[in-house]
């Protein structure tokens, strides 16, 4: 009982949605789109605790998806 409450938590609204991780590949693209732009690190993860409320390394795929379009939108 006590797995399958620790469970449910990767699920609830906030928490990744529920998607998983970004994938190397996102994180890998999202750094070189920064770095191209003269972008920091620390610059990037203020951004997206702002937008999806988390830094760059644990965006969920579909938020690190949709930080990349917005990264190529600027």
Known sequence: TNYQNNRSNYTK???GNGNGRLSSRQYK??????????????DLDQE????????????????????IDHLLSK
């Open 48 to 67: 997206t605790i702002q937008m999806f409320g988390s830094a760059v390394q644990f965006l969920s795929k579909s938020d690190a998806s949709a930080f």
């Open 13 to 15: 609204p906030g928490n």
């Open 29 to 42: 693209y999202i750094m070189r789109l920064a770095g191209e732009a003269g972008r920091s690190k620390a």
